[in-house]
Each structure stands twice: as structure tokens, then as C-alpha cells.
């Protein structure tokens, strides 16, 4: 049974940092991406970013390029998302996803399994 687990948010100032993580297990690590997703209150949830597991080729919405980064350890089967310069619109509960294909998409359809999100909070 796959498994996503995410951790690594909280409450930060706008201009802060943090970073989040995306543990993966349950599936055999062939050919995939995990995307991370967000959605605040009242608003539909949208992409904000994805990495490739063989090439580690990214992508990364308008809104956070430039401010976040994505990164993976395959060994580890963990994914992370580096958040800098938090501006208070990026509040939200961040999900990552499995796509059991070797591309990354913003189409949610495409992601089969999901984690149970971490929140994160900026405000002064």
C-alpha cells in the first residue's frame, strides 16, 4: 500500500523559511513523480511544484518560481520542498502526490495516491 507522509510545516513570517518533506514507501520505486500541491481556504487546490525520480527534471508554478526549490533523495524515498521568501498567499495545506509515470503534470487526475497534508501558516 503506498504511503505519502508529509511534515515540515508550521507557522513562519512572511519572508521566512521552511522546508517541507514527502516520505514515500509502499511502492516500488521504478519510474515516477511526486508533485506538490496546495490548497487555501475557499480556493481550489493548484500545483506548485514537481520532480522527476530518474532525471530529477522540475517544474514549478508562476507563482513560487524563484522561491521555492525542489530537490529528492532517491535512497531515502523522500522529496523535499525548500519554501523562501513566504509571502502570507502562500498559506495553505501542501499535499504531495504520486504520478506512477517518469513526468510531471498539474493535472491532478493523473497523481494516484496522496498524502495527508501539513499546513502552513504565514502571517506576521
Known amino acids: 500500500q503506498v504511503q505519502l507522509v508529509e511534515s515540515g510545516g508550521g507557522l513562519v513570517q512572511p519572508g521566512g523559511s521552511l522546508r517541507l518533506s514527502c516520505a514515500a514507501s509502499?511502492?516500488?520505486?521504478?519510474?515516477?513523480?511526486i508533485g506538490w500541491f496546495r490548497q487555501a481556504p475557499g480556493k481550489e487546490r493548484e500545483g506548485v511544484s514537481c520532480?522527476?525520480?530518474?532525471?530529477?527534471?522540475?517544474l514549478y508554478s508562476d507563482s513560487v518560481k524563484g522561491r521555492f526549490t525542489i530537490s529528492r533523495d532517491n535512497a531515502k524515498n523522500t522529496v523535499y520542498l525548500q519554501m523562501n521568501s513566504l509571502k502570507p498567499e502562500d498559506t495553505a495545506a501542501y499535499y504531495c502526490?504520486?504520478?506512477?509515470?517518469?513526468?510531471?503534470?498539474?493535472?491532478?487526475?493523473?497523481?494516484?495516491?496522496w498524502g495527508q497534508g501539513t499546513q502552513v501558516t504565514v502571517s506576521s
Open positions: 520532480i522527476t525520480n530518474t532525471d530529477g527534471a522540475t
Open positions: 502526490a504520486l504520478h506512477h509515470r517518469d513526468e510531471c503534470t498539474w493535472w491532478e487526475d493523473e497523481y494516484d495516491d
Open positions: 509502499g511502492f516500488t520505486p521504478d519510474y515516477y513523480a
